[in-house]
């Protein structure tokens, strides 16, 4: 498989590890505990790439009738094995195969979920205690390898609660946010205290749909509903000091350079297209923002849309936001997984519902703000989430950013 990408002289172990025709031989080897392993299956289901300096891979693979969660993490030379050694002494043992694995040779550590390299799962067990008899079984829903891992708590009747574990101290915030925005009238879910050195966040599951799942009149009415939700978290002050800072200038220029080292064909494109918003910018006063605004964090129920994953809720602008949700819109038509007419259809949905309740952003500045987050959001991801329709789409989405600019 090819990946798209410039050919990268600190990690040249890349194309392997992303090609899972290539890596399933090495992991039916490598994860083998008793005697050979057959995987019926291997899918990569997250990357998390830094250029010349790491990669991350979740694979999801299928080993008699069951599934399993493998993360691996490609270090530079002579840095895998002292990771493998200290996984080695803190490894829970798996059912089927090896805990952690090393290949010596791509500079490579493997561990086989609940293990990872930074997370300690071992805080679960304390939900017997805070959810009590009920809990009946838990199921992994979200996986980002050493950073969190999310799961849905189930009790015979039905979900009780999602627990969403963390490798640093973000569940505090996210705790603190929950709790600010639920006590502002803010439609989000509720959180469930818990003991802090657990790095849990607990809260009980949130009625609806996500938009990602709606289609036709649904998928419109969800976008309108999601507009009159933000503008109303946009007439809230930024809940603390946390600033949404992905836009900023600064980043959209290391953001062009990050693409440009990793695809030199538009290299140039790039540079232009940040060096154009950087020229346009003026100050905007600073609003609360979701801060990772898209159909999956958005349920639509009863008429109205609530909002999930608030990690990355932080002050800025409110065209930053609506011009990443537009940005959104854009580069799925982009890429061919909507249609010209339905992307002009939930923007407008979306603009109409934000203004029954606050006025929008000038069109310039939104234009603006929609460029830059092709550039800094959605062309970033397709590289360090190694997103093959976005690679596939990087000169088009630059294009796109072009043509807001210059309307």
């Known amino acids: 498989m090819r990946t798209l990408l410039a050919p990268d002289p600190v990690l040249p172990q890349r194309d392997l590890l992303l090609d899972p025709e290539q890596i399933t031989p090495l992991l039916e080897e490598r994860l083998s ?49 002292a990771a493998f050694r200290r996984a080695l002494g803190e490894a829970v043992a798996t059912d089927g195969l090896r805990a952690v694995a090393w290949a010596r040779e791509l500079e490579t550590v493997f561990w086989t979920f609940p293990n990872d ?9 304390a939900l017997d205690h805070l959810l009590g008899p009920r809990l009946h079984s838990l199921e992994l829903v979200a996986y980002a390898p050493e950073k969190s891992a999310t799961l849905r ?50 809260v009980r599951p949130l009625a609806g749909r996500p938009l990602a799942q709606l289609e036709g009149a649904e998928l419109i009415e969800g976008h309108e509903r999601l507009g009159e939700t933000i503008a109303r978290l946009h007439e809230l002050p930024p809940p603390d000091r946390v600033r949404a800072r992905r836009l900023d200038t600064d980043r959209l220029r290391a953001a062009a350079e990050i693409i440009a080292c990793a695809r030199p064909d538009v290299a140039d494109a790039a540079r232009r297209v940040g060096a154009e918003i950087a020229r346009r910018g003026t100050p905007q006063p600073l609003v609360c923002l979701h801060g990772d605004l898209h159909p999956k964090n958005a349920l639509l129920h009863g008429g109205r849309v609530g909002l999930v994953d608030l990690d990355q809720v932080a002050g800025g602008s409110a065209s930053a936001e609506l011009g990443s949700l537009f940005a959104g819109l854009r580069c799925a038509r982009v890429v061919g997984r909507l249609d010209g007419a339905k992307e002009r259809e939930c923007a407008a ?20 703000a ?38």
């Open 370 to 407: 929609t460029a830059a987050a092709l550039l800094g959001e959605r062309a970033l991801r397709a590289v360090n989430r190694v997103r093959p329709d976005g690679l596939s789409a990087l000169g088009r989405l630059f294009a796109a950013a072009q043509e807001l600019l210059d309307a």
């Open 117 to 125: 390299r930074k997370l300690r799962l071992g805080a679960l067990a």
């Open 349 to 368: 949905a979306f603009a109409a519902g934000y203004a029954t309740v606050r006025p929008l952003p000038p069109a310039p500045v939104l234009r603006r």
């Open 33 to 81: 505990l008793y005697g050979p392993v057959e995987l019926a299956s291997c899918e990569i289901a997250r990357v998390k790439y830094r250029v010349g300096q790491s990669l991350r891979v979740r694979y999801t693979v299928e080993v008699d009738g069951r599934s399993h969660d493998v993360a691996c993490h490609a270090f530079a030379r002579g840095h895998a094995e």
């Open 153 to 202: 708590c189930d009790g015979e009747a039905g979900q009780l609660a999602y627990a969403k574990l963390y490798a640093d101290d973000g569940a505090d915030r996210a705790f603190a946010l929950h709790r600010h925005l639920a006590g502002a009238g803010m439609p989000v879910p509720q959180a469930i205290p818990t003991d802090q050195s657990l790095r849990l966040l607990l």
